[in-house]
């Protein structure tokens, strides 16, 4: 998710790497993500299809935008200039966001008004899951089998019982896609815009719908959302472990499959692909405010016919939160400015001084 300045993740260093592909790439995974947490609202034990659907995007929508973030990060290093991009970008925003949401949880569901930043509400999790992987990129990019090496802390924390402060769980578990994310170069994108790629990406995401029909856990299952231990799901540590391995390479498969489709060439949606932290701190206020109206039951009553609708309003609702009108208005609230006098002034380098013999030179020529 970014904001217009820094793609793809909010905070991320500025890179030249920018292209109509991941803007593409990010607006098409944004409306994922409104369609996933829509569809939640209406999945019922009479709609397999629906509920195979939304587990096979849950297979790969966040492992993707974690990559795109991993991918943008790499060349973190820590530097004043970019600590104060993650702050602003990243930092503020959740605090910012973490607390409107515990207002409208509290308006909309009338739970306990309890703001409490170490303990993310929805889906402000990306948020402080992002600021802390961007901070130990500089670790990972330090390290030989940095993808093996999270994978195995990743697997870990699944077997230990670890408490969702500071999201933690998602941190460790969603960690692999941000770290290949850091690994991954230009020409590794480059070999998924080839027609075979292509080609090859249709009858893996029909093959994986299949699979989904007939395997679908429910949606309130927690082995999509990374944030559940062995004993949580139920499963023995082997029966654990060699399913999250399976699901690993089945997400990589499945993000690879959809980088594949994703077009290349500048659109409508590339513009709106730049501006994607608005569309995801926005939308999930705008579902539960429907949610305490009462759309969700009357759309879930309409069958079919309310699917579809609940579908293209989700659509409509992040290409509506993605207008310049929206960023306006909402702009100190999504990308928030350091206090001025928190920004240490910036020191003009003095002018290298020029060697005798150079000067010399000048001075002849003249």
Known sequence: MTSATHPPG????????????????????????????????????????????????????????????????????????QIRRLLTGVLLPYLIFETIYSFVYHWCRGSDLEITPVAPTYLCWFLLALFVWRLTTPIWNALRYAVPISLVISLAAGTTRITGDMAMPRVLMFLPFFVLGLRLRPEHFARLRTRTARCAAVPVFAGAFALACRLSPDPNDDWLSSDADNTLLHVSLGQYLLLRVALFAVSVLLVASFLALVP???????????????????????????????????????????????????????????TPPVRAALRPLVEPRLPRWLVPPVEVAAPAPVPAAAEREKSLAR
């Open 10 to 81: 909010p905070g991320s260093p500025r890179t030249l790497d920018r292209s109509p592909f991941f803007d593409n790439a990010k607006f098409l995974l944004i409306v994922l993500v409104a369609l996933g947490h829509s569809w939640e609202q209406v999945i019922t034990p009479q709609t397999p299809v629906l509920r195979a659907m939304h587990n096979l995007v849950y297979g790969f929508h966040m492992p993707a935008f974690i990559l795109l973030c991993g991918y943008f990060s790499r060349s973190f290093t820590g530097r004043p200039d």
């Open 264 to 322: 290349g060439s500048r659109t409508w949606i590339t513009a709106l692909g730049a501006v994607t932290l608005y569309p995801y701190l926005l939308h999930g206020i705008v579902l539960r405010v429907a949610e305490y109206y009462g759309a969700f039951r009357v759309l879930r009553q309409a069958g079919l016919p309310g699917t579809l609708v609940l579908s293209a309003a989700a659509v409509a609702v992040v290409v509506l939160l993605s």
